[in-house]
């Protein structure tokens, strides 16, 4: 029979890391996870000019770069696939080529690193020919429900892989449900931990992520799925259907803009943990404000990372997780 997806909770917690996750805290290094860019040339290192300090890795340099970070403490990735020669369709085919950066990515590090946390971004918009996140109608619009199932298609595949835990960013609707029965039905319910950008803003702090990752669409926005900046209500409607979906952990996504939204989380979704992403423009504005003299980039960082703390997030997506891996010793 069947589990419900009600019933499943220990992919929440199968980790030890998922498990720490589980509490609030002052921040530590178990808090953070590190981004990064997985492209498809596995011996290149290519830095992302508007992203200081940031690049695309080949799966063969992973080793080189993420061991000594290891060694200081690092816990946790996120990984995102950059292809750049692979070829894109409609349906965003090469997000689960077995071949492909991020799976291979998957394997790699599980056999390098054992116990090191793996997420991965799931989403279809680096893979699209359109550059959209899901599937569309002929007319441009989004197609919900097969748009769904093809996110939950990756999802399987990345936690087949052994991905320790899948966090979608596509903003689809119905997709967590989608891929939280998928796990289930393939007997990684218990095994593989479901997080969703469930508040995914329509921001301008993205933009140096998209240099990054050459996920820009190719017409018009997002807007008609990523939430509004000024729509609280819908945020918190989102965040309570991902609860009610099977999320193990719910995102909010940037994070200092609207460390309100991740406040209400700590009451919406307060037996959950919370993750928040500082995302790239948020990180390019600290960095650029230290270069040009206005402040210390460590005062600064702390500073807006304890705010992110205080709000209420257990878990910081964090461009300056190596950094932190220095601070946090002193």
């Known amino acids: 029979m069947a589990l419900e997806i009600s019933s499943v909770l220990q992919g929440g917690y199968n980790h030890p890391l998922s498990r ?3 509490s609030r805290r002052a ?4 808090m953070l996870m590190y981004p990064i860019f ?3 040339d596995p011996n290149v290192c290519v830095e992302i000019p508007s992203l200081p300090g940031q690049c695309r890795w080949g799966v063969d340099r992973l080793e080189g770069f993420l061991g000594p ?3 200081k403490g690092l816990q946790s990735v996120i990984l995102f696939g950059v292809p750049l020669t692979c070829e894109k369709d409609a349906r965003g085919t090469p997000a689960d080529d077995p071949n492909g950066p991020v799976i291979l990515a998957i394997k790699k590090l599980r056999a390098l690193f054992p116990t090191l946390f793996i997420a991965t971004d799931v989403c279809l918009c ?3 020919s359109h550059g959209h996140c899901g599937i569309l109608h002929e007319d441009g619009t989004i197609n919900a429900p097969p748009s769904a199932e093809r996110i939950a298609e990756v999802a399987l595949a990345y936690a ?3 991905a320790h835990c899948v966090a979608p960013s596509d903003m689809m ?3 967590i449900r989608a891929i939280k029965r998928k796990l289930i039905d393939n007997g990684l319910g218990n095994r593989c931990l479901l997080m969703s950008y469930s508040a ?3 921001s301008g702090l993205y933009g140096p992520f998209r240099d990054a990752a050459g996920s820009a669409p190719a017409f018009g926005d997002r807007k008609c799925y990523q939430l509004p900046p000024n729509a609280k209500g819908l945020a918190r409607r989102a965040i309570q259907r991902d609860t009610a979906e099977g999320a193990d952990i719910i995102m909010i996504k940037p994070a200092l803009p609207y460390l309100d939204i991740i406040s209400d989380a700590t009451q919406l979704a307060r037996d959950y943990p919370l993750a928040a992403y500082q995302v790239s423009g948020e990180y390019a504005m600290v960095v650029a404000g230290a270069r040009a003299g206005v402040y210390d980039l460590r005062v600064m960082a702390f500073e807006t990372t304890q705010s992110i703390v205080r709000a209420g997030a257990t878990l910081i997506l964090s461009y300056f997780t190596p950094q932190f891996l220095d601070w946090l010793e002193v």
Do not use: H, M, N, P
């Not at 921040?27 to 178990?30: F, P, Q, T």
């Open 20 to 22: 720490q996750w589980q």
């Open 160 to 162: 087949k892989a052994g």
């Open 173 to 175: 609707d119905g997709r």
């Open 200 to 202: 995914k803003f329509a």
């Open 126 to 128: 680096e893979y699209t």
């Open 27 to 30: 921040l530590d290094k178990s």
């Open 38 to 40: 997985i492209t498809d």
């Open 69 to 71: 970070l290891v060694g």
